[in-house]
């Protein structure tokens, strides 16, 4: 009988810290996709991992790299002086929508706009989660949150930002997608992304982002496996899912459901 | 004069740029700044002369932004500097806070200006406790240095990195408007390329089998972690004043008023000492150029043997409680303010030594 | 023979590797590991195919798969 065969290492560059996020929080899948991405590219030991405020404050602890805590909504200026410093290392900063869209939309854009040769990977659950809940910039409309308890309203809260969106207006970006945490085929492809991204800052080309839309199931009140559901029917619609841009390829397609 | 490596080179220059090139001759590499008067000419110097270096200049989008940039630079082991006033400093005290519970060195430097609210483009000393007192919220403290010159300015910025390093905590040359765009001569420190002291802690490209991965942070779930972490940041305040406590006292040998002041207003009070005799009191200044560590000693000797106190300062009243402190009630202490870009006149000042005079029984004319 | 094994301690009993398993080759145990979750087990490994996807879904990263 052929010998058997372990086929999915668990990846070097997570530590065996053991993750604090929810039963089915996606943040788990992100953080090892991420985490393999970095092995498979062997850039660990030049890898600073920025943990920003949000449930994956203590990023600092699973990523077994380098690392800075920022202060909520300052990962993208943290991640600017690491690179100034030591333009040979890979910096990524890994944000929640609070973090990045709420208080950090300053630093985000400006990043961005300046070219900023990190990656970012931003976490899009729709929700505060850490604090328990509450409306954050990308909660859908009618979404009930601790914070819109009779459901978004435009009145109150006007509209969700698509980031994506907003950051392909600038120069300075020369990769951008949104992805989803969801199904398997969507994780596939939500790593494809991810890998595009560091190999596009090992190029020097620039700024990348990756937008992950992310499950919440405690705070959007439904079970682990629904809110995935809610995410591929519901979430997709409001945040489509694209490769907005490439430069490493020149190009920018839909992302291939079936790919 | 022939200029060789180790002389100095005389200059009529600006406090902005006298503080600019005070940070290339102190090691400074890095510099993020934001645009606000009146220390503009300070990211200019920089943006022009970094890049001539192999330095890096960068504009942030925002003082929130650029202490965040910092913070980055300082956890990636630069000397790394930057420079604001006063609304700016106030923006970047929670990223101060946080190079305080990092235990990170770096340098800032606030050219003060009149307050509250947007104020105004004048000079003040209405930031006196945000700089003793500030750095955001918690424990900890900003070393605080205060010039009196444009040489000083030029000294003591290129001198904070150093104490930074020394005490891994951050330094804030305090200074004003006046100092900032007024131009005296000044003697420039040369340029020497000074190499990076060790820093064990900094993060960045590393090989495994050399060092552990690095983690800068100020997180600490654990009460005692977050206890020890205090501990020891006083543990080098003491150290620290002890060690780069400094003043400087002119005047009379016995005197009858002591005056403190610091900064613009200590240039004030010198010329008043001088006049002394117009008001027929002796009179003495006790300067600080250090107001964090503060000297105290030297100010509760004087207060000790004169028959008051008389504090100048531009603001409502910020550094007179160090100086109370100090005095500790061993004589009346009295205060002569102004703010909002107001300041005494040497006359004006005189006319409040006869006041104090009279009120502690001192003759005076 | 394809198997998978799941760390029961590490395991939060999220089901999303019994939801998306090609094979339906996972359940949820009915015994609960110390933190008081329902660990996922392999149910019936002649149907497990070592394809993975499990692994792929599984956030807590406890889930080794042998072929």
């Keep these: 009988m052929a010998e058997e065969k372990l086929i999915n290492r668990y990846p070097d560059a997570l530590t065996d810290v053991e993750m604090r996020y929810c039963p089915g929080c996606t943040h788990g899948t992100a953080h090892r996709l991420v985490a393999e991405v970095i092995d498979e590219l062997g850039v660990r030991d030049r890898t600073v991992t920025i943990a920003t405020v949000g449930c994956s404050v203590f990023a600092y602890e699973y990523f077994d790299t380098d690392a800075v805590q920022a202060a909520h909504g300052r990962g993208p200026a943290v991640a600017t002086g690491i690179k100034r410093v030591h333009p040979d290392s890979v910096v990524f900063t890994y944000q929640g929508d609070g973090d990045l869209a709420s208080i950090g939309m300053g630093e985000i854009v400006h990043a961005a706009a300046r070219g900023e040769n990190f990656t970012v990977i931003f976490i899009n659950n729709a929700v505060f989660g850490m604090t328990q809940g509450q409306m954050a910039p990308t909660t859908l409309m009618g979404q009930k949150t601790t914070t819109s308890p009779r459901g978004r309203t435009a009145e109150e809260a006007g509209w969700p930002i698509r980031v994506c969106e907003l950051l392909d207006t600038l120069e300075g970006p020369a990769f951008i997608a949104r992805e989803a945490l969801s199904t398997p085929q969507r994780i596939r492809s939500a790593k494809r992304s991810i890998k595009r991204a560091f190999e596009t800052q090992l190029a020097g080309r620039g700024f990348s982002l990756v937008e992950l839309l992310s499950s919440c199931w405690t705070w959007w009140d439904m079970e682990p496996v629904e809110a995935i559901y809610h995410i591929e029917n519901t979430m997709t619609e409001h945040f489509p899912l694209r490769i907005f841009r490439d430069c490493l390829t020149g190009q920018s397609e839909e992302v291939d459901s079936n790919a | ?365 | 023979m394809p198997r998978v094994v799941i760390d029961a301690e590490i395991c939060k009993g999220c089901v999303l590797c019994v939801e998306f398993c090609p094979r339906d080759a996972l359940e949820m145990s009915d015994a609960t590991n110390s933190r008081g979750h329902h660990p996922a087990v392999l149910r019936d490994d002649e149907k497990c195919t070592g394809c993975a996807v499990c692994a792929l879904v599984c956030p807590g990263v406890c889930i080794e798969v042998y072929r």
Excluded at chain 2, 234 to 242: C, L, M, P, S, W
């Design chain 2, 1 to 365: 004069m022939s200029e060789t490596a180790d002389t100095r080179k005389s200059v009529f220059i600006s406090g902005n740029e006298a503080t600019a090139e005070g940070g290339i001759a102190g090691g400074c590499r890095h510099f993020f700044g934001y645009p606000i008067t009146p220390q503009n000419e300070i990211p200019e110097y920089m943006s022009e002369h970094l890049p001539e270096i192999g330095g890096v200049y960068l504009q942030a989008e925002s003082e929130v932004a650029a202490i965040n940039m910092v913070y980055g630079a300082a956890a990636a082991g630069a000397r790394v500097m930057t420079t604001s006033s006063s609304p700016g400093i106030a923006l970047m005290q929670e990223g101060l806070s946080y190079m305080l519970g990092s235990e990170l060195p770096a340098v800032f430097v606030n050219m003060v200006r009149g307050g509250p609210g947007l104020g105004n483009i004048a000079a003040a000393q209405s930031d006196y406790w945000l700089a003793t007192r500030g750095a955001g919220h918690g424990d900890g403290r900003c070393i605080t240095l205060t010039p009196y010159s444009v040489q000083e300015l030029h000294d003591f910025t290129a001198g904070a990195f150093e104490i930074a390093d020394r005490y891994q905590n951050i330094v804030m040359v305090l200074a004003d408007a006046i100092l900032a765009t007024m131009m005296e001569p000044c003697e420039l420190i040369p340029r020497r390329d000074l190499p990076l002291p060790d820093r064990p802690y900094a993060v960045g490209p590393h090989d495994r089998s050399e060092r552990e991965r690095n983690i800068i942070n100020s997180l600490w779930i654990d009460f005692d972690v977050m206890e020890a972490v205090n501990l020891r940041i006083e543990e080098r305040y003491t150290r620290a004043g002890e060690e780069i406590t400094d003043w400087e006292e002119f005047g009379s040998d016995d005197p009858q008023i002591m005056l403190c002041a610091y900064g613009i207003s200590a240039r004030i009070c010198e010329s008043v000492v001088m006049r002394a005799d117009e008001a027929g009191v002796r009179l003495r200044l006790i300067r600080p150029r250090t107001v964090f560590p503060f000297p105290t000693e030297p100010i509760r000797r004087w207060a000790e043997r004169v028959d008051a106190t008389l504090v100048v300062e531009l603001s409502m009243g910020q550094f007179v409680e160090d100086v109370r402190l100090a005095v500790e009630g061993s004589c009346p202490v009295e205060l002569l303010a102004r703010s909002g870009g107001n300041m005494p006149t040497p006359g004006d000042v005189l006319q409040k030594v006869r006041e104090v005079a009279r009120h502690v029984g001192v003759a005076a004319k």
